[in-house]
């Protein structure tokens, strides 16, 4: 009995909490993009390195579905080639750092030539600087969303999670992704290059310097074991790293209880994905 009274107590402060963040952070009446074909079937399309090999041998799973992409995709060669309806971005750096600024939205910029609905977190609106880049580009919308983090009882979060004031801990784009295609009208949501297989790629040198091998399906043969980067530009220690890694995969299922909710459903189509969250399905 003890234990859930705790358990009850803590929800209970970490609902208080999520509402004054609310009050602090987020914008009401966030609007959806409408009128896209396929409003039943949302594909999300993840960076992992897993996502090579699906749209190889599984190119008849992206026809007729709704596709969003994520992050760095603009920057790959599938980016035209699959053509994506849309597309969301939740990593600070993105318009934090000039490097990542530069180029992502002058990938998205240049390359864009279909109707294109674009994320982007309310917060980024503090920086001006990639906003001048993607307005030369008449074929993308932009519609914003609240990345507040919330967290509490599961019903008063499902509430906020279908007004669009906040989602759960986006610690990885992945998160907002679903949280987004929930909100919109589809009733099955996809998950490919959904790999989450950082456990065995991380690292510490005899320095103490945390390193993790981040490999993407646009760099999996190049890519090296590299320091993690925080909002603030400082380097985490490993506790703080796993401690991300734990809220991430604890989202998923807050995902997953609220798209139940929804009488909605979530599949895992990415071979050996970590996510314990979904259900599974073979291409």
Same mark, same amino acid.
């Given at each position: 009995?003890?234990? !859930?009274?705790?358990?009850?107590?803590?929800?209970?402060?970490?609902?208080?909490?999520?509402?004054? !963040?609310?009050?602090?952070?987020?914008?009401?009446? %966030?609007?959806? /993009?409408?009128?896209?074909?396929?409003?039943?079937?949302?594909?999300?399309?993840?960076?992992?390195?897993?996502?090579?090999?699906? #749209?190889?041998?599984?190119? $008849?799973?992206?026809?007729?579905?709704?596709?969003?992409?994520?992050?760095?995709?603009?920057?790959?060669?599938?980016?035209?080639?699959?053509?994506?309806?849309?597309?969301?971005?939740?990593?600070?750096?993105?318009?934090?750092? /000039?490097?990542?600024?530069?180029?992502?939205?002058?990938?998205?910029?240049?390359?864009? %030539?279909?109707?294109? @609905?674009?994320?982007?977190?309310?917060?980024?609106?503090?920086? &001006?600087?990639?906003?001048? #880049?993607?307005?030369?580009?008449?074929?993308? @919308?932009?519609?914003?969303?609240?990345?507040?983090?919330?967290?509490?009882?599961?019903?008063?979060?499902?509430?906020?999670?279908?007004?669009?004031?906040?989602?759960?801990?986006?610690?990885?784009?992945?998160?907002? =992704?679903?949280?987004?295609?929930?909100?919109?009208?589809? !009733?099955?949501?996809?998950?490919?290059?959904?790999?989450? =297989?950082?456990?065995?790629?991380?690292?510490? %040198?005899?320095?103490?310097?945390?390193?993790? +091998?981040? &490999? +993407?399906?646009?760099?999996? &043969?190049?890519?090296?074991?590299?320091?993690?980067?925080?909002?603030?530009?400082? +380097?985490?220690?490993?506790? %703080?790293?796993?401690?991300?890694? $734990?809220?991430?995969?604890?989202?998923?299922?807050?995902? !997953?209880?609220?798209?139940?909710?929804? +009488?909605?459903?979530?599949?895992?189509?990415? /071979?050996?994905?970590?996510?314990?969250?979904?259900?599974?399905?073979?291409?």
């Amino acid at each position: 009995m003890g234990d !859930k009274v705790i358990k009850w107590l803590d929800q209970l402060w970490q609902s208080f909490l999520s509402i004054v !963040k609310i009050i602090l952070q987020s914008k009401w009446n %966030t609007k959806l /993009p409408s009128g896209f074909d396929n409003q039943e079937e949302l594909l999300i399309l993840a960076n992992g390195p897993s996502l090579n090999k699906t #749209i190889e041998e599984s190119a $008849h799973f992206l026809q007729n579905k709704s596709l969003l992409a994520v992050n760095f995709f603009a920057t790959s060669p599938l980016y035209e080639k699959i053509q994506p309806h849309f597309y969301l971005i939740a990593d600070p750096l993105f318009w934090i750092v /000039p490097e990542k600024r530069e180029s992502l939205f002058t990938a998205l910029a240049e390359r864009t %030539t279909w109707k294109l @609905s674009l994320f982007m977190p309310v917060r980024a609106y503090r920086n &001006k600087a990639w906003q001048p #880049i993607l307005a030369k580009n008449p074929n993308i @919308s932009i519609y914003k969303y609240n990345t507040t983090p919330i967290e509490g009882f599961q019903g008063l979060c499902n509430i906020i999670f279908k007004k669009g004031l906040g989602v759960p801990r986006p610690h990885n784009v992945l998160i907002p =992704s679903i949280a987004m295609g929930l909100r919109l009208s589809f !009733k099955k949501i996809y998950l490919a290059g959904a790999d989450h =297989s950082w456990l065995p790629e991380i690292s510490v %040198t005899d320095d103490n310097v945390v390193l993790m +091998h981040q &490999k +993407h399906f646009y760099d999996q &043969k190049t890519s090296k074991p590299d320091t993690l980067l925080q909002e603030n530009l400082s +380097h985490p220690r490993l506790y %703080t790293v796993m401690y991300h890694l $734990h809220v991430t995969f604890k989202s998923y299922f807050v995902l !997953k209880a609220y798209a139940e909710k929804l +009488h909605k459903e979530i599949i895992n189509v990415t /071979p050996g994905s970590y996510i314990d969250a979904f259900k599974r399905m073979k291409l």
